[in-house]
């Protein structure tokens, strides 16, 4: 997942949490601030887990406590995203 | 019978049995024999190390280990302290020294897979290789402390409520009665084991009836809560008892396919206690689950505490749940006037086996009916009291006559029906856990040394649940200052205790003492929530913010 993506999904994930509108998500804001406590916060990693084969700490949400820092943490974790570009044929095949 | 150890043992079968299951899905099983066997075994090694009559600490996770470990203490009449266990590399380790002090534990029991992390405490694992029929059963009298649950482990007043075989065999007999002429055969449920619900509402209460229990982990739980519902599905569980929050986050979580699997026909008793009860916890969950079979008359609402071993009264089988209304402002007048278009308030059902008694809080004479007061309880179930503190137990269990209980909770009865209204005692309540202020300003102090008193307290959002605030002393200061102060505070109480948090900076001498040193804590709440205070700096949860704004 490119990192904007992974912005995205976790913003819309935090939000359905916590019954807000994801625009409302400041991502530069501690979620403590909107009210995430420990049970959005494993809520959180179980999404985490079932989505992007990742599995986290429990303190996940407040290691890194902002969707800023949680995209960064995560996109250091995940593997690098696969191009599409199809890789141009070696010239001087028969 | 006058002990728990007999009663139980005359229901040993190797056809019943404590299924746990992990949060991989696996299951590990013990049959009754084979629990007794090694609860003996492990009696003899506590009774060959000298630790008769002594308390011990036990600090397990969520497991069978934890039974073992907890019978071998009662079959060796060993106080038991179950207790949660410390996350590593947290601060807790501080609080178990003081519960090891203030309890005059010995020893610290625990797993196989904790003892290394807790050597720092000489935590053992209990030895259950000897030979369990070298075993003689103990001396034990109704009067003989069982075990000893901690209602607070704050450093400053920790709170051991000693429970003996007396209590703990009234009040589970009690829930038996609850079931009426069919007692249930298989429970399900999640809570810890150092909840008294926990405990005493799905462990003992499992091994008194002589039922099958099934059960998994408090996290396991939260993190997915269909699991708790597939334990009654796959295992065809009759009882299940948890506090509101359970039923609402199964509600709120678990999704459509995930329904269409369930089958909750066989549940005929759903216990819900330990926090207050909101009415459409039960309507929303009935609405949810009546696809997968799930019938009204399964709640069973009820009101306990630790102090009187978990419940004091309780709704019986097949009753359904009682709610009625009552008009908001005569509430808080401490007038309960039933309105039809007031405010629901779930019955907590009677009075059974105990006496109940409620009395105004400021003159402790017997309010009359229809009157809101604190509720006080008297009866076997009243356990002897706090461990080493006999002014506190004096205050608290000896109150009237001198055998009253006093449950620091308001409310009144109605066509014999008891209904829980508030709270005059300081605890928090948060998704059915205890949070005491005490715990909450310690982690204050602890965030900032520089800053001064603090007074946390809980306030009642518009949707029913239950905040925490804390009001902070600090210096004067420039706003930055200020601002780094509460974010090092609000950081500090969330990641300790996973809470959101309210906070209000105000100047030294603002939170307020009586004469003789004491938080006037229900003060400072008076005063936030009718904008009484000056503050230097606020950093509010939105609903609580609304909560002011509706203040006149």
Redesign the interface.
Known sequence: MPPHDLRRWLTEKVADHLRMPPADIDPAV?L????????H???L??DIEETLGLLVD??LA?DH?TIDALTAHLSELLPPPQTNTPRPLPTGTP | MSDFVSHMRNHLSDDRELVFVRDNGETTRLTFAELDRRARAGAVWLTERGMTDHPALLLYPAGLDFTVAFLACLYARVPAIPAPLPETGTSHSGRVRTLLDDAGARMVLTDSAHVTALSDLSACVIDTGSDPDTWTPPVLSADTIAYLQYTSGSTSEPRGVEISHGNLLHNLELFRALSGAEPPRRLAGWLPHYHDMGLVGLQLQALYLGADLVFMSP?AF???PVRWLQLITRYGADWTVSPDFGYA?CTR?ITDEQLAELDLSTLTMALSGAEPIKAATFTDFERRFAPAGFRPTTWNPGYGLAECTLMVTCTPRGQGVTVRSFDPSALERHQAIPDPDGVPLVACGPALGLDLRIVSPENSTPVPDGGIGEIWVSGPSVALGYRGRPEETRATFRAGDGHWLRTGDLGFLLDGRLYVTGRIKDVII??GRNLYPQDLEEAAARANLTAGRSAAFGVRRPDGGEHVVLIQEVRRGHSGALGETA?QV??AV??E?????SLMLVPRGAVRQTTSGKLRRRHMRELFLGGGLTPLHT?L???VNTLLATVP
């Open positions: 501690k403590r601030t909107y009210g995430m406590e420990s049970i916060a494993i809520t990693c179980v429990p303190t407040y406590p | 996290i939260v993190a997915r986050w979580r948060v998704n974010d609000m950081d969330a990641r205790f996973g809470i959101p948090l950093e949860e939105p609903a």
